[in-house]
């Protein structure tokens, strides 16, 4: 049967007018913004060229903030997967034991960051909290985690790790779930040590989804906000500010708006190169057989 | 391959220390939402409080607008829920189903939006909806997210799954296409629906970004905003308060997460274990 020639365009045109008006439009006037001078409150946007790039690379306000950035990001991925590496490979088994603790693992996932944040501020407290109880039970002093500039952005990234974990977990479990029987029987049959088993065959055939968590553990980390929102604002001494932070400070408390569009143009072209490696790896298959 | 009991003990020892790293908090939260604000200022801290002080759950809930919160967070997750049901569902048997000019351009664009996050347009967005005077106010929040690239992604491949045949078939009963479409390819994708709907529901029941940016006073504030406002109350930390408000803001998700564990674990690692 012939279907009438508008009618797919009907059915899609909904999604993608919100998809144009409320995100491909703001991209483009995003960068429009970075061009120019602008208080939000007057009329006229000033066009100044490169200047507001010029101002934000010369900052070191800014080199900081992209500088905690990625540390926060490197170490948050880093420590994420690594241990959901080694607690998948333990709690892949059946029975109800098992799939408890991976739900409970897994909970943190789907509680809002703000109940995460304020839960960890309380448990990091430096006078009451729970931590420095803990600590002090193995004789160790108290640590002012997220007050003391030194410890501040690892007590952040502890959070994330935290929250984490359960989802990398579960994502590595289906992965290990994917690897054929027939290459462990093979393996069983030359007597392999359980050591190579995981280097020649685990850790190779995972490495799909190992690449998935770090493509999206980097997406999602490097837009972190609300922690640093709840929890330190920035501080102490800049120590936490990150770049979503940092653009939303500078254009709703300060309102150079420019600056700020100048700013997400810098987030922006950091995202097209992790999408862009993404699509350009999914391209070639990241597996083994 | 049989082990040895020693290590089976260990093994039972480390799942319930792993239980406790990641259980242990929630429930040092609901143990300090029943202490008194003396009972939360003594170190080492108490377990459990001396009497539990329902009180301070009212407390919470009267220390700001929150039924007004609460309503708001209700209409935003379920507003935002119908409108992608009723923009995603077309998109997806669209691009599923037929064949059109610049349907891979468009399905592209779809991909794209996709990975852009809401913390690099907000500012943008911000401007644009206070230009169309939609800032602090609920359409705010839910227009943006009226439709999801996700859900079009994932559904789409549910209803290419659908057999050909099926369809012809119905087709040739005279069915018509919006018919064939609400009548057998919905109902058939009945289980891609919900995980996305619970995925859109806990997201966005959650969200704290998005409304924290676009509101500018309580009139469209979301729970997720009320509490994190909480601790603004007053000069020192009420650990006691802010942790019932806390309560009050997880536990919801946490029951649901207890009766529907498989679904919701489905619906948030589809796109990592496809």
Known sequence: ?289 | MKTSLPIKILNVIGLIVVVIIFAMPFIWMISTSLKTLGETMIFPPKWLPDELIWENFMEAWNSGPFLQYFINSVIVSVGILMLQFITVIPAAYAFARYEFRCKNILFGLVMVTMMIPAQLIFLPVFLNLSEWRLLDTLWGLILPFATSAFGIFMLRQTFKQVPEELLEAARLDNSSEFKIMMKMMVPMAKPTLITLGLFNFITHWNDYFWPLVMTTTERARTLPVGIAQLRQVDGGVAWNILMAGNVILVIPILITFFFAQRQIIRAFTYTGVK
Do not use: C
């Open chain 1, 1 to 289: 049967m012939k279907v009438a020639k508008w009618r797919p365009y009907l059915l899609i045109t909904p999604a993608i007018i919100v998809f144009l008006v409320f995100f491909i439009q703001p991209i483009f006037y995003m960068i429009y913004l970075s061009f120019h001078d602008w208080n939000f409150i007057s009329p006229d946007k000033t066009f100044v060229g490169l200047e507001n790039f010029k101002a934000l690379l010369s900052d070191p306000m800014f080199l900081q903030v992209i500088r905690n950035t990625l540390m926060y990001t490197f170490f948050t991925v880093l420590f994420s997967i690594s241990i959901a590496l080694l607690m998948s490979i333990w709690l892949n088994r059946r029975g109800w034991m098992y799939s408890f603790v991976q739900g409970a693992v897994f909970s943190p996932h789907i509680i809002s960051l703000v109940s995460i944040a304020m839960l960890w501020m309380w448990i990091m407290d430096a006078d009451y909290g729970l931590l420095n109880w803990i600590l002090s039970l193995v004789g160790m002093d108290k640590v002012p985690w997220l007050t003391d500039p030194n410890t501040a952005l690892a007590s952040l990234i502890i959070i994330a790790v935290w929250k984490n974990i359960g989802y990398y977990t579960l994502i590595i479990i289906a992965g290990l779930q994917s690897i054929p029987k027939h290459l462990y029987e093979a393996a069983a049959l030359d007597q392999t040590s359980s050591f190579r088993r995981f280097t020649k065959i685990t850790f190779p055939m995972l490495s799909p989804s190992i690449f998935f968590l770090t493509i999206i553990g980097i997406l999602d980390s490097i837009k972190v906000f609300e922690t640093i929102s709840i929890i330190t604002k920035g501080g102490p001494l800049n120590s936490t500010n990150t770049l979503v932070y940092y653009i939303y400070e500078n254009g709703f408390i300060f309102f150079k708006i420019g600056y700020a569009s100048a700013a997400g143009v810098i987030l922006l072209v950091i995202l097209s190169i992790v999408t862009l490696i993404y699509f350009k790896v999914l391209g070639k298959r990241v597996h083994y057989q």
